[in-house]
């Protein structure tokens, strides 16, 4: 555990925040999620969801779910790994689903920035997992990038999303967040809000009631200030709900109460269980 980062900590940590995004499997946590995760717990971040991007990446959320207390874990096969979507692997992973662990499908969508799989491969891979995650009964969290029309279609196409969605790591404009608003989905707001330059976000959060939103890491991706540039973790969460505040006018309180709220609710994360 990094101390500095520790007695560094705002006082505003005082509250409780969940992040409903992040890869606790992937390899810069590797022999260190136990003090990530208790780094985090010491700043108000005592849930975690931690994110699967493909067979062996859900796998290892599970397990890791399941080693550690208030963390939760998804399944899905990210748009990057579009390519090994089939009917075997897609019931495979839909087995896993089973654990209870598991609150939710994804992250799935479309990402026209790095294309890894061709267009038509994802776009078939998304709407073959909007599908699943209808069938058994999960919300969903969206990946777009670079692709928002398409990504609405494709929604709107598969149907009513029974338990919900977020799309994660929002970049889109106010007028996208408002149809995915009409759709039912949340928004889920990234360290990214605290830079400088990202004034189309900041008009996002300040336009958008926070009954709306929801808090992510997307860890180890993406550090807020004034760590951007580093491994990103839970604890940094703060320093993105203190931007949240700072946008909205508000307290880092009534950002956290709403968006852990939103958090538990569409991930249906009781209290009772595992906390
Ligand atoms: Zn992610």
Redesign the pocket.
């Known amino acids: 555990m990094n101390t500095a980062h520790i007695s560094s900590t705002p006082a505003s940590c005082a509250v409780e925040l969940i992040d409903s ?1 992040c ?1 606790l499997d992937m390899a810069p946590y590797r022999g260190e999620i136990t003090q990530v995760l208790a780094h985090a717990a010491h700043c108000g971040v005592k849930k975690v969801v931690t ?1 699967g ?1 493909n067979h062996a990446s859900s796998l290892a959320a599970i397990e890791i779910a399941q080693q550690h207390r208030g963390v939760y874990a998804t399944i899905g096969f ?1 748009p990057h790994e579009a390519n090994a979507v089939t009917d075997a692997s897609l019931a495979a992973l839909a087995k896993l689903a089973n654990n209870d662990t598991v609150v939710a499908y994804g ?1 799935i969508g479309l990402d026209y920035a790095k294309k890894y799989a061709e267009p038509k491969v994802q776009q078939r891979a998304f709407s073959r997992q909007l599908e699943l995650a209808i069938t058994l009964d999960l919300p969903v969290i969206i ?1 777009d990038r670079d692709a928002h029309a398409d990504t609405i279609a494709l929604i709107k196409q598969g149907g009513t999303l029974p338990q919900g969605g977020v799309m ?2 929002y970049s889109g404009d106010r007028a996208f967040a408002e149809e995915m608003i009409a759709l039912g989905f949340l928004l889920s707001i990234p360290g990214i809000v605290t830079f400088k330059n990202a004034t189309l976000m900041h008009e996002v959060v300040r336009a958008i009631d926070l009954n709306h939103l929801m808090l992510e890491s ?1 860890g180890p991706f993406l550090a807020p200030n004034p760590y951007r540039g580093k491994r990103n973790q839970p604890a940094y969460l703060v320093h993105t709900a203190q931007k949240v505040a700072e946008l909205k006018k508000t307290s880092i309180q009534e950002v956290a109460r709403h968006t852990t709220a939103n958090t538990q609710r569409l991930f249906r994360l009781n209290d009772s269980d595992k906390s």
């Open positions: 995004h890869h994110v991007i990210h992250e990946h994660h790591c997307d």
